[in-house]
């Protein structure tokens, strides 16, 4: 652990852009294959977050709550395909502003 | 036999029913039947119990059912039967039979011949409820039963709107009466705990004296009531414009029966009234007011009917003047010699319309004696009992009235002068009447003599009209003695001689012609009294500008809702905020996030703003 050194302010910095990029995609992309990976992106960004802050205090929480995260994703990643499925099935189309049914 | 008296109210009342509902499979002769017969019965009914009762007068109670029953009050259907009562079943039933025969004839044309006579039997049913009842709620249920059947009939020939409007106001002016009398029970009942009339009058003896307050509001609340229905002052509007009706209806309804009730409550609450003294001499000089008035507005019209209809109002002030000075007796002799001529007076006008293509007005009418003997010669007769003249049935009970008023003290002189004016005033309309229609040059021929259903009535009414005076009316233990003493001789004498000298001027001015007029009448103050008397006194312009334009007016102001605005307002201002927020539930969850991004970055920029120092 010596050699790879690297300021924790510098991950952090890298887990909020990636945050950012994430929810920049979730805002713009219609498609709903690319917000699950956008959701995917935010996630991973959160998790890097706790390793980083788990290994500067040295504590084993971080890790713990990394992998409570990928726990949360996978079954996440699950129920959003099954729901992606049923949406191509009943809309014909990923679009999400197309499964929009209310007339606000 | 006394005690089948409740037949006498069935019988018209099962009538009025049958012709209701199964007037499609009758024939004409079964429906006047039906309609004449039911009240010939009652009258026979009425005239055997009367029989009864003059060999044993004793009052006689009979209740039939309790009608309701809540806490502490009690009505029950009960019938009150004593000398009071008999005159009037006997007047109502009597009269009333003799113009539902006429009304065979007169009414034989008309498409709506079972609906007339349901709707008369239902009158004589509710009539003979009002005047038999022994608690004043049931005497209510008949005195609205009658306001009813008079709406109805003033309306009966309902496709022409004027009468709609007549009959209209003959229902709502009453009801305003009406509403003072309710008032009255509720007083009535809360202060002396009982509606019960024999009872009442106990009751009220035993906790009032006299001159007390609560007698006199109660009074004067019942007195509204009687007013109203009986055309007095200040609610006999109403009365000239209820001619609208069919002839036989204003004679049997505003004339002989119903319009009458108002005097039989005062008769039947005497025990009331004489708790009241003060209420008694308004009663009077209400009576006297409407009596003069009535008789100058009579003597400028010329619809013929609305002569009679005048001569109504002023005949039953004199029968308010005869209660207000406590001559109860003579005011319903005279209500009983009334209901005679009078009746008599309304089917000769109506023969006369009959038989001269609904003509109305007397000035068309002129030389009909030779042509209508019969009904010349009732008409001659009834004029006659109208203004007294003597040995007729008027002149028994006026001069009766005439006499008490006189011996009041202090303002009985000035009650009999004014009756004596009344007294002259009625015998000129009246042979007005007569020389104006009959005498002169014909102008409109008739087309036709009365039949015998119509002779028949008129007959036996002049006969009435003739000897009804000398009946005795079997009331005295009904009422207290009335006041003794005779007055000076001067004083008959002047009462007789009063309604001569009307006839006299009668005769100068529309028969002879000797005394003319014609420049006073043509004057610029003598057209004006005579268009102001010929309108009535100017009370409907009066009324109509007192209530009706102010009611107008301010339902005109009431039709715009000003009052809903402030809620409409509110009202719209939430549909305009729902509106306007509703456009942020759109469904798209891109604009959600953004929104939430947006929310939290304006959050945090604001945090740092306030607390600068904790980063």
Known sequence: MDGLNIPLNHILLLSSLLFCIGMLGLMIRRNIIFILMSLEVMLNAAALAFVAAGAYWGQPDGQVVFLLILSVAAAEVAVGLGLVLQVQRRFKSLDMDSANRMRG | MREIIWLVPLIPLLSSLALMLGSASFSRWIIGGLGAGSVGLAALLTLLSGIDFLAQPQPYQTTLWTWMQVANFSASISFYFDGLTLVMMSVITGVGFLIHLFSTEFMQEDASYARYFAYLNMFVAAMLILVMADNLLLLYLGWEGVGVCSYLLVGFWYQNSANGQAARKAFVVTRIGDTAMALGLFLLFTSLGTLDIQQMVVEANNLWLVGDMLPVVACLLLLGGAVGKSAQLPLHTWLPDAMAGPTPVSALIHAATMVTAGVYLIARTHG????????????????????????????????????????????????????????????????????????????????????????????????????????????????????????????????????????????????????????????????????????????????????????????????????????????????????????????????????????????????????????????????????????????????????????????????????????????????????????????????????????????????????????
């Open chain 2, 272 to 615: 009331l009234f004489l708790l009241a003294p003060s209420a008694m001499m308004v009663v009077a000089v209400l009576g006297i007011a409407t009596s003069l008035m009535a008789a100058f507005t009579a003597l400028m019209q010329s619809d013929i009917k609305r002569i009679l209809a005048y001569s109504t109002i002023s005949q039953i002030g004199y029968m308010f003047l005869a209660l207000g000075v406590g001559a109860w007796t003579a005011g319903i002799f005279h209500l009983m010699t009334h209901a005679f001529f009078k009746a008599l007076l309304f089917l000769g006008s109506g023969a006369i319309i009959h038989c001269l293509h609904h003509e109305h007005n007397i000035f068309k009418m002129g030389g009909l004696r030779s042509k209508m003997p019969v009904t010349f010669w009732s008409f001659m007769i009834g004029s006659a009992a109208l203004a007294a003249l003597p040995f007729t049935a008027g002149f028994f009970s006026k001069d009766q009235i005439l006499l008490q008023a006189y011996q009041l003290p202090e303002y009985g002189i000035w009650l009999w002068l004014a009756g004596l004016l009344g007294a002259l005033l009625t015998a000129i309309y009246s042979f007005r009447l007569v020389f104006v229609v009959f005498y002169g040059k014909a102008n409109t021929q008739p087309d036709k003599e009365v039949g015998w259903r119509m002779a028949m009535p008129l007959s036996a009414l002049c006969l009435l009209s003739l000897i009804g005076g000398y009946f005795i009316i079997p009331v005295q233990d009904v009422f207290p003695e009335a006041l003794h003493g005779h007055p000076a001789h001067w004083v008959e004498y002047i009462s007789i001689s009063v309604p001569l000298i009307g006839v006299a001027v009668a005769y100068l001015l529309f028969y002879s012609k000797r005394l003319n007029i014609n420049p006073l009448v043509q004057s610029a103050v003598g057209s004006k009294l005579g268009e102001f008397w010929r309108i009535g006194w100017a009370v409907d312009r009066l009324y109509d500008g007192l209530f009706v334009r102010p009611y107008y007016a301010v339902s005109a102001l009431l039709k715009s809702e000003s009052v809903d605005g402030f809620y409409a307002l509110v009202v719209s201002v939430n549909q305009c905020v729902n509106r306007w927020l509703s456009q942020s539930q759109n469904g798209q969850m891109r604009w959600y996030l953004v929104s939430m991004v947006a929310g939290l970055i304006l959050l945090l920029t604001l945090a740092l703003q306030i607390s600068p120092e904790a980063s």
